[in-house]
């Protein structure tokens, strides 16, 4: 554990550091029993308000929390014998993207996700979560191997986005990619895809397009990070905040948008103060949500993902955004530059 502590998240930590210094003192009073119990009510409310009224900016920092639990943490959690299988068959393996087979309950499961690193060390191994073009190919082999077998597919979301660096755009960056959407939207089997951190652009819908999305209840998921957004848009990189909140990318926005399919709310405090009650308000989502799928026939599923992202971005005209075209008679200009009449 990193020890960090987010500036929200301040006041309550001080509280628990208190309450433990209280119960080293305490030497078994019952006076001091019955305080120590009224402080820690107070921090378990004091922890519930603040985590309910989070900005984006705040979930942004919360997503990327480096004690968040990552994909091998829940793997560990839900799955059984986990085996992972490593390389793409034409290049070389990419740790930051895991994968392989599981037992899911009852069930025999195709897994994959991002893996970002506890410490430097992880990190440069892990390239801190942005897989490379090998990373996608080896993603591609597991969804072809879980559709060449019926398993059902699962898939853990956490990157900042796709590596952007020159070897891997001279070894196919954008190719990958599109291949995995391309292969991703036929796939005859259950796909379900988890938001357990950050979802970042391109590198994010690599393994995202799945039959269900769901998000952890302080995930994120976006076109771009909000500092690349600052600084296209406002020549400021510093503006990190306000385009956390234009970008509309917290779990609960993306849900009104009809993106998300449902939030997993997690631990109190986080998913990184509560791996366990996390995960297992997860595998029920997830266990739902398969049972639900695999109910359907392939055809149907199909249909029914081509469907599902077709109305992603669909907008329906409103009654006072509709504006009529300008009137030739009292408007001369519009009526010389009209397309429909032969205007420039």
Sequence with gaps: MSGKVLEFERPIVELEGKIRELKLLSGGSAEMAAEIARLEE?????QRERFASLTPWEQVQLAKHPDRPFTLDYVGEMMDDFVELRGDRAYADDPAI?????????QSVVLLGHQ?????KENLYRNFGM????????????????????LPLLCFIDTAGAYPGIGAEERGQSEAIASSLELMATLPIPTISVVIGEGGSGGALAIGVTDR???LEHAV????????????????PEAEQRAAKQLKLTAHD???????????????????????ETAAALGSALQRHLG?????????????RYDKYRRIGHLEPTADAVTSEPDAASDPAAAATSPERGGA
């Design 98 to 106: 895991v994968g392989g087979i599981a037992r899911f309950g009852e």
């Design 254 to 276: 993306l849900t009104r948008l009809g993106i998300c399919d449902e939030i997993v709310g997690e631990a109190t405090g986080g998913a990184h103060r509560g791996l366990t």
């Design 221 to 236: 998921y976006s076109v771009i990070s909000p500092r690349g957004c600052a600084s296209i848009l406002w020549k400021d």
């Design 42 to 46: 107070k921090a378990r409310q004091l």
């Design 131 to 150: 897989a490379r073009p090998e990373g996608y190919r080896k993603a591609q082999r597991l969804m072809k191997m879980a559709a060449q077998f019926e």
């Design 116 to 120: 970002k690193g506890r410490n430097t």
């Design 292 to 304: 639900e799928l695999s109910a359907l026939s392939a055809d149907e599923r199909v249909d029914e």
């Design 213 to 215: 999305i769901i998000m």
